[in-house]
């Protein structure tokens, strides 16, 4: 290869000096860098052989961080949870002014709060467990591993305790310091004063023809209030409470109304009935109200209020306001009549209890139909049971006591017994409406119940085999008299009492126009035979023969006249005497027969004076023989058969089983039943 001359050949030279200076360098960084490397070596084994003991004392430190790094995760995962529990207990205290202050002014709002606090409770209980296991865990998690400070185990784990007991207990009130116990006893208090304030005495309202619709006792409102309030407390277990308050007050609220109606009689403990009517009529009435308007009132309301919680509970409810009330009060006066001696009187009576409570039934069957009202159920059935066989039994024994009363002396003044009079007239009120009616239905259950079936007959046969017994007691007594006068006016007075006291009646319907003219045949034939046997034998003594034919012989005539008159004055004086003792109750008979007695005495005795009376006017004792004047004659026989003051109804004695052994004028007869009536004419 050769060199060029040319003037490119200056340039190459020069590049290959500049690469041999280039290549010189090299060479002397390498000499400097191994000159290095050989001094270097030395001081890297020397690291070496320290890097096992430093590895080990760093290790420790690398784990720390590991365990630092895995509680951080445990930390976020319990703030979480424990901040949210914290956020809702500061949400709980802020409720506190609002439920600390009186729900009247505004319930809704306070209602409201009262909701909020509920389900703060509610996320509280809820969440609660979770922070906490969340911070077991952590205070575990440090324990295990040694993180932190040792003398603060024992205080969070203590802490934590406290939180698991609370748990343990389940009493969520507690987790608000018992705010919510305090809230539901303000809503308490709003409900009993919400009761009170509106509670007012139902006033007594006469039963009418037309159906009462008793008004809601309570205004709508409160009736919303009281809802919304109960349940609030339902919901927090305070329904009982709820309950016990609301009877209180309803039930007090009741009674009230019924007590100021005078109620006292219900708590009368008495024998008899007699003497009693005003008050069952009163009970009847007072019943009909309690039920029908006050109780039934009590009823709706207690099924507006109580709505949302069901007819179990407000059925029982309203059971435990009708006994506060005093139902028991009215059915134990009921019984207590039931119970008392039997007398005609009381079978009226209880027929009157009978109707009144047959007229409630449906009433009865609606408000008393629960289980709730199982009492008042039962006793108004043991009341209807005795009410029923108490009167069928009275009525199957009337014809028995007057019977018994046949052994009884006659009456001493020929009067109507009371037997008679009394009888005659309660017959035809069994057959007249209401009592003919309501007799038949007891009749009717009574028989059911004995498997037994009722006809009509057997009502009216009964009707009309105590009006034939009657008959016959009437005529047994007659037999009795001493004196056939006597014995003649009483059936005379007998006799035409059945006409007038029957006829036109439904009894004298059952007996019949041939029965009534029979008695009023009879009657008739009494009064003549009375009168033939009484003043008419009285004219035969005022006979004028012989007074007559001896004009010329006046002290003959005198002497005549005297012994007439004498024994005139002596059958008449005796005769009146009687009949002074006697009665006859019809005045228009009494009447009759004090007309009949003067017309057939007064004007003969009045023309036989003016003719003969002459003859002993004088006479030194002229009065010893003109005893009477033809005016005092017709006076005193005007006056005849005054009727004497009848004893009252009530005084007659009562039916009885008691076998007692008496006298004649103590009421009781050898068999031992006692008299059924007592009568004005002395027939016990």
Same mark, same amino acid.
């Given at each position: 290869m050769g060199v060029k001359s040319d003037g490119g050949g200056g340039s190459g030279f020069e590049s290959l000096l500049a690469a041999r200076k280039s290549l010189a360098k090299t060479l002397e960084k390498s000499r400097v860098l191994a000159s290095t490397l050989e001094q270097t070596g030395p001081r890297l084994e020397e690291l070496s052989s320290r890097l096992p003991a430093l590895e080990a004392a760093v290790y420790p430190m690398r784990n720390h961080?590991?365990?630092?790094?895995?509680?951080?995760?445990?930390?976020?995962?319990?703030?979480?949870?424990?901040?949210?529990?914290?956020?809702?207990?500061?949400?709980?205290?802020?409720?506190?002014?609002?439920?600390?202050?009186?729900?009247?002014?505004?319930?809704?709002?306070?209602?409201?709060?009262?909701?909020?606090?509920?389900?703060?409770?509610?996320?509280?209980?809820?969440?609660?467990?979770?922070a906490t296991q969340w911070l077991e865990?952590?205070?575990?998690?440090?324990?295990?591993?040694?993180?932190?400070?040792?003398?603060?185990?024992?205080?969070?784990?203590?802490?934590?305790?406290?939180?698991?007991?609370?748990?343990?207990?389940?009493?969520?009130?507690?987790?608000?310091?018992?705010?919510?116990?305090?809230?539901?006893?303000?809503?308490?208090?709003e409900f009993r004063r919400l009761l009170v304030e509106n509670?007012?005495?139902?006033?007594?309202?006469?039963?009418?023809?037309?159906?009462?619709i008793a008004p809601s006792p309570l205004p709508v409102p409160v009736v919303?209030?009281?809802? $919304?309030?109960?349940?609030?407390?339902?919901?927090?277990?305070?329904?009982?409470?709820?309950?016990?308050?609301?009877?209180?007050?309803?039930?007090?609220?009741?009674?009230a109304s019924l007590e100021a109606l005078q109620l006292d009689y219900l708590q009368e403990e008495f024998i008899s009935v007699l003497g009693k009517d005003e008050y069952i009529d009163q009970w009847t009435r007072h019943l009909e109200f309690a039920v029908k308007h006050l109780l039934d009132a009590e +009823?709706?309301?207690?099924?507006? $209020?109580?709505?949302?919680? %069901?007819?179990?509970?407000?059925? %029982?409810?309203?059971?435990?306001?009708?006994?506060?009330?005093?139902?028991?009060?009215?059915?134990?006066?009921?019984?207590?009549?039931?119970?008392?001696?039997?007398?005609?009187?009381?079978?009226?009576?209880?027929?009157?209890?009978?109707?009144?409570?047959?007229?409630?039934?449906?009433?009865?069957?609606?408000?008393f139909g629960s289980k709730g009202c199982f009492e008042i159920q039962n006793r108004t059935r043991d009341l209807v049971k005795m009410v029923v066989e108490g009167a069928c039994q009275i009525f199957r024994e009337l014809l028995t006591q007057v019977e018994l009363q046949r052994q009884r002396p006659a009456p001493s003044d020929g009067g109507v017994p009371m037997l008679v009079s009394f009888l005659s007239e309660y017959c035809n009120q069994l057959l007249e409406d209401p009592y003919r009616s309501i007799l038949t239905q007891v009749l009717v259950i009574e028989r059911s119940w004995r498997r037994e079936s009722f006809q009509e007959r057997i009502l009216l046969e009964g009707i009309v085999s105590i009006i034939r017994a009657l008959e016959?007691?009437?005529?047994?007594?007659?037999?009795?008299?001493?004196?056939? $006068?006597?014995?003649?006016?009483?059936?005379?007075?007998?006799?035409?009492?059945? +006409?007038?006291?029957?006829?036109?009646?439904?009894?004298?319907?059952?007996?019949?126009?041939?029965?009534?003219?029979?008695?009023?045949?009879?009657?008739?034939? +009494?009064?003549?035979?009375?009168?033939?046997?009484?003043w008419g034998k009285l004219p035969s003594l005022l006979s004028r023969e012989g007074l007559i034919l001896f004009s010329g012989g006046r002290a003959t005539a005198r002497d005549l006249l005297k012994q007439r008159l004498k024994a005139f004055n002596v059958a008449f004086d005796d005769l009146y005497k009687k009949h002074a003792k006697w009665i006859i109750p019809d005045k228009e008979l009494g009447a009759k027969i004090c007309h009949l007695a003067v017309q057939a005495l007064v004007p003969i005795y009045r023309s036989y004076m003016q003719n003969y009376g002459p003859l002993v006017e004088q006479d030194e004792s002229?009065?010893?023989?003109?005893?009477?004047?033809?005016?005092?004659?017709?006076?005193?026989?005007?006056?005849?058969?005054?009727?004497?003051?009848?004893?009252?109804?009530?005084?007659?004695?009562?039916?009885?089983?008691? $076998?007692?052994?008496?006298?004649?004028?103590?009421?009781?007869?050898?068999? %031992?039943?006692?008299?059924?009536?007592?009568?004005?004419?002395?027939?016990?």
């Open positions: 961080k590991q365990i630092l790094l895995g509680l951080g995760g445990h930390i976020d995962r319990a703030v979480g949870p424990a901040s949210a529990v914290l956020r809702v207990f500061d949400a709980v205290h802020g409720l506190e002014e609002s439920l600390l202050s009186d729900p009247q002014s505004d319930i809704w709002g306070y209602l409201a709060v009262v909701n909020r606090l509920e389900e703060a409770l509610k996320f509280l209980s809820e969440n609660c467990t979770v865990d952590i205070v575990e998690y440090i324990g295990r591993h040694n993180v932190g400070e040792v003398c603060y185990l024992p205080r969070l784990r203590e802490s934590l305790e406290g939180l698991r007991a609370l748990q343990r207990d389940q009493d969520p009130s507690r987790l608000d310091g018992g705010l919510l116990d305090v809230a539901l006893d303000k809503l308490e208090g509670s007012v005495l139902l006033p007594l309202s006469l039963p009418s023809d037309r159906p009462c919303k209030k009281l809802q $919304v309030i109960l349940e609030r407390l339902t919901v927090n277990d305070r329904l009982e409470r709820c309950l016990e308050i609301y009877v209180d007050v309803r039930g007090g609220n009741a009674r +009823y709706k309301l207690c099924g507006e $209020v109580y709505e949302k919680i %069901g007819p179990d509970v407000w059925l %029982g409810c309203f059971g435990k306001i009708a006994l506060q009330a005093g139902m028991m009060g009215f059915l134990k006066f009921g019984e207590t009549v039931a119970n008392s001696k039997q007398d005609p009187i009381k079978l009226l009576k209880l027929l009157d209890i009978f109707d009144g409570l047959n007229k409630m039934r449906p009433d009865f069957n609606k408000l016959l007691n009437i005529e047994t007594w007659s037999k009795s008299y001493g004196d056939p $006068v006597l014995s003649h006016l009483f059936l005379m007075n007998n006799h035409w009492h059945f +006409y007038v006291h029957t006829k036109g009646t439904k009894l004298g319907d059952l007996l019949g126009d041939a029965w009534l003219m029979e008695h009023q045949q009879y009657k008739e034939y +009494y009064v003549a035979v009375y009168f033939k046997d009484s002229p009065k010893k023989y003109a005893k009477y004047t033809a005016e005092d004659l017709e006076r005193m026989l005007g006056g005849l058969f005054q009727q004497k003051t009848v004893k009252p109804l009530i005084e007659l004695p009562k039916l009885s089983r008691t $076998v007692t052994v008496g006298g004649a004028n103590n009421g009781i007869i050898n068999n %031992g039943k006692t008299n059924l009536l007592r009568t004005s004419s002395a027939v016990i």
